[in-house]
């Protein structure tokens, strides 16, 4: 059974970093790709960052040079490295997984197959 658990989100000043983690189980295929989307209340879900099984990345326009997303292997565990965070970066972060090498577009939700249940961001000016 696959299971991911997010973790680390908080509430934070304009300026601060983040750093949210996803604990990965029950999905250990060579060939995996795994985002980071999040969602403002009322708004629809969102890309913000991709990671493919060569270990190229994509970020949303409005988070590139802020954020990092990166993969253990070894303990199978998911980072988003959020800094320099603004009020609009205010939102529930999850993360996502499916069995693909590769994705056509890593910032689309319905390419992914395994959720988790979701970490609050919270971002005051």
């Known amino acids: 059974q696959v299971q991911l658990v997010e973790s680390g989100g908080g509430s934070v000043q304009a300026g601060d970093s983040l750093k949210l983690s996803c604990k990965v189980s029950?999905?250990?295929?060579?060939?995996?790709?795994m985002g980071w989307f999040r969602q403002r209340p009322e708004s629809e879900r969102e890309g913000v960052a991709g990671i493919d099984s060569d270990g190229r990345t994509t970020y949303r326009n409005s988070v590139q040079g802020r954020f990092a997303i990166s993969l253990d292997d070894t303990e199978n565990i998911l980072y988003l490295e959020m800094n320099n965070l603004k009020p609009e970066d205010t939102a529930m972060y999850y993360c996502?997984?499916?069995?693909?090498?590769?994705?056509?577009?890593?910032?689309?939700?319905?390419?992914?197959?395994?959720w988790g249940q979701g970490t609050q961001v919270t971002v005051s000016a």
């Open positions: 996502a997984a499916v069995r693909a090498s590769m994705l056509m577009d890593p910032l689309r939700q319905t390419m992914y197959h395994y």
């Open positions: 029950g999905f250990t295929f060579p060939e995996r790709s």
